[in-house]
């Protein structure tokens, strides 16, 4: 049990992966000495979900928050392509959260749940072969976001020497595919000495079980086979102690230190890179300065070509208009110019037709002077004509 740590920080784990029944469950109830789960995983899944469970251990004073972050359905479908997906998604989507708190302006890192996953147990299967492609494929994907400790589970299911051979070849495929798991750190010589010793032990090949076995006049967690008892904590059977002494006791702190310093780290800086953070080495005030600068700039040229479009949208309209305006007024000057013509006409006529009365009224006087004269003429005339009658 883990009663040297004391620590109240959350410590992530995913289990990770394996085929129905590889044993994530019983190792987890082993190494925390409790029982996280009775249900069993469905692996008729769709597709790979990821499962957080939070469990708080109290072991006399000794207190651990644990997240135990499950990959259900891994390794279960047909096509298998894009099963490393769903983990890569849940990691990242981890380390955002991190991050936008960190880019918060009150940031409040203090009290901040951190959901970062801190390690991955990856489940190799004993087969005694080599490791399946999907593992590797996996690890490959992982191995730059989170710390992997990569172990044989069921190890009581392969014999000794073959399990020599399995860890030696399952090395050399990991080395020779370019995949970096964990290396217990040798650089602090309080534990340098016990971690260079075990990552060589590396892959651990481990039991897990929660039934009890009486073994002389002691119980321990054992796996009783007819032919004999294979004890968990015992060092010549397994390497179960070796994991839970560097997992819990010995490394927990620098599996956290790793987490933020270097996968983190990485998260970080390709995300403000993408954001067009260029020089992620430099002051962060400066770059955070210089973008503002340049976002100021882009809104002021973008501010000056509104502002002359605006310009040029009012001088094509006053254009118009006065366009408008001068075809009016010549309109205008026409409609004046064919109404000083009439008016022009108009009086002509009216000249012709005073011309024309006064010479009427002149022919008209003249008549009547005529007239008159002849009615004179007229009246002395009847004698005249009555005498001639009379003749
Ligand atoms: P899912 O959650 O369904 O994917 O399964 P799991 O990976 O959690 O496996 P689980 O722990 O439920 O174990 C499945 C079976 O394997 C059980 O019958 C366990 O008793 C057995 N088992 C677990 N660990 C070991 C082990 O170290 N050796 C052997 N031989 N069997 C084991
Ligand atoms: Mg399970």
Redo the contacts with the bound molecule.
Sequence with gaps: SPETTTEEEPLILTSLP?E????????MNTLFNTTFETE??S?HEDCVRLRPQTYDLQESNVHLKLTIV?AVGFGDQINKDDSYRPIVDYIDAQFENYLQEELKIRRSLFDYHDTRIHVCLYFITPTGHSLKSLDLVTMKKLDSKVNIIPII?????ISKSELHKFKIKIMGELVSNGVQIYQFPTDDEAVAEINAVMNAHLPFA????TEEVKVGNKLVRA?QYPWGVVQVENENHCDFVKLREMLIRVNMEDLREQTHSRHYELYRRCKLEEMGFQDSRGCLQETYEAKRKEFLSELQRKEEEMRQMFVNKVKETELELKEKERELHEKFEHLKRIHQEEKRKVEEKRRELEEETNAFNCRKAAMEALQSQALHATSQQPLRKDKDKKK
């Design positions: 394996g129905t029944g590889i044993g994530k469950s019983t190792l069993e995983a692996h499950d589970a069921k190890a009581d299911t481990v039991v897990g079980s796996r």
